[in-house]
């Protein structure tokens, strides 16, 4: 049972620790998102790409916790005097996991308005960019055309 103990213990840790690097990747791409007039959408792809893989790791970790504490939860129930200070350290991971979901949600709840901010403000300069574009290619068309002797005038000077 001690050793189950210290494999959910060892688990908590992990994830606790993960939920650390999730929010400072996570405050990494806001502080991308909120660059003026250079957002680095590689780099903000990038760090994306490692949240996944974070996340991907918390999930198994929760995987594996829920099915040994389902293993072990009636022979915890049964001796919780025995186990009563590994019991306590364990709720104090939990507590500390879950005040750390509850500060990475409220960051990413944050980042998402800055993030749709800076893909408003990019779309903007793309629609920009391509009627910038299509008036340059107008303005083009349009000189060349000026610049084109009309044949009719040629056999009328003739």
């Known amino acids: 049972m001690d050793n189950y103990l210290n494999m959910?213990?060892?688990?908590?840790?992990?994830?606790e620790k993960n939920l650390s690097s999730l929010i400072a990747l996570s405050e990494k791409q806001g502080a991308i998102v909120k660059e003026e007039n250079n957002v680095d959408w590689e780099e903000f792809t990038k760090v994306a790409d490692e949240k996944g893989v974070l996340i991907e790791e918390i999930l198994k970790l929760d995987e594996g916790f829920e099915m040994l504490y389902d293993h072990i939860k009636e022979g915890l129930e049964d001796n919780r005097e025995k186990y009563s200070s590994a019991i306590i350290e364990i709720k104090a991971l939990?507590?500390?996991?879950?005040?750390?979901g509850a500060d990475l949600e409220a960051l990413e709840r944050r980042?998402?308005?800055?993030?749709?901010?800076?893909?408003?403000?990019?779309?903007?300069?793309?629609?920009?960019?391509?009627?910038?574009?299509?008036?340059?290619a107008d303005y083009y068309n349009k000189m060349n055309k000026i610049n084109t002797i009309d044949p009719q005038l040629l056999d009328r000077n003739c």
């Open 8 to 15: 959910l213990k060892d688990s908590l840790v992990k994830k």
């Open 94 to 100: 939990i507590k500390s996991v879950t005040e750390k």
């Open 111 to 136: 980042n998402k308005t800055a993030i749709e901010a800076a893909f408003s403000s990019t779309r903007k300069e793309i629609r920009q960019s391509k009627l910038g574009q299509k008036a340059a």
